[in-house]
């Protein structure tokens, strides 16, 4: 099955710093999101990004199909950044990464 | 975003018995539904795809005589926890995908699971 990897696993930030998380998966697929999960285990959708650059706000993505990588940008970083962040690929069903823990200090 | 629903939130029961988790697409249909488990501090993991009107798929591993999922109507899919253990507490979310719009996975805010 198609494997996806995210790095770093642990981020700690600063407020104000910007960061970049990536997402690495083995095939390609149809379907890429990014999503954010708050401190209730809520799953916050971020991006669906299966290509190309999007933005919204103090969050942009880029996805790059043909080499199979996907990043995400977080800029001026705030406390309530902090969670869980997971990359998912797949084509119907949905492959999770391992995620990176952001911690942003006040 | 489209809108994913589960119920309950959390239960807590004891060893043996069963338990049945809801998941509702509740602004959308929805053909197939997704069940994933998180264990604390991993990643969610694939347990089954649950197709309306026909017999869910299940991930290598995952047993599907414990795990049973009964996807009755195009907005409900059920999981039912038989004979639970406490190896089976758990964070259990399910997923949709909505195509008409947004064409994205949206989730529900899951069901956290304690067996005594």
């Known amino acids: 099955g198609i494997q996806v990897e995210q790095s770093p696993p642990d981020l700690i930030l600063q407020e104000g710093a910007n960061s970049t998380l990536r997402c690495n998966f083995s095939d390609s697929v149809n379907n890429l999101q990014w999503f954010h999960q708050n401190p209730w285990g809520q799953l916050i959708n971020l991006f669906y990004i299966p290509s190309g650059t999007k933005q919204n706000g103090r969050l942009s993505a880029t996805t790059v199909a043909t080499e199979r990588y996907s990043l995400l940008y977080i800029s001026s970083s705030q406390t309530t950044d902090s969670g869980v962040y997971f990359c998912?690929?797949?084509?119907?069903?949905?492959?999770f990464g391992a995620g990176t823990r952001l911690t942003v200090k006040p | 975003g489209a809108v994913v629903s589960q119920h309950p939130s959390w239960v807590i029961c004891k060893s043996g018995t069963s338990v049945k988790i809801e998941c509702r697409s509740l602004d959308f249909q929805a053909t197939t539904m997704f069940w994933y488990r998180q264990f604390p501090k991993q990643s969610l993991m694939l347990m089954a795809t649950s197709n309306e009107g026909s017999k869910a798929t299940y991930e290598q591993g995952v047993e599907k005589d414990k795990f049973l999922i009964n996807h009755a109507s195009l907005t409900l899919s059920t999981l039912t926890v038989t004979s639970a253990h406490p190896e089976d507490s758990s964070f259990y979310i399910c997923?949709?995908?909505?195509?008409?719009?947004?064409?994205?996975?949206?989730f529900g805010p899951g069901t956290r699971l304690t067996v005594l």
């Open positions: 997923s949709a995908r909505e195509l008409v719009i947004y064409n994205e996975q949206f």
């Open positions: 998912a690929v797949g084509d119907n069903d949905m492959r």
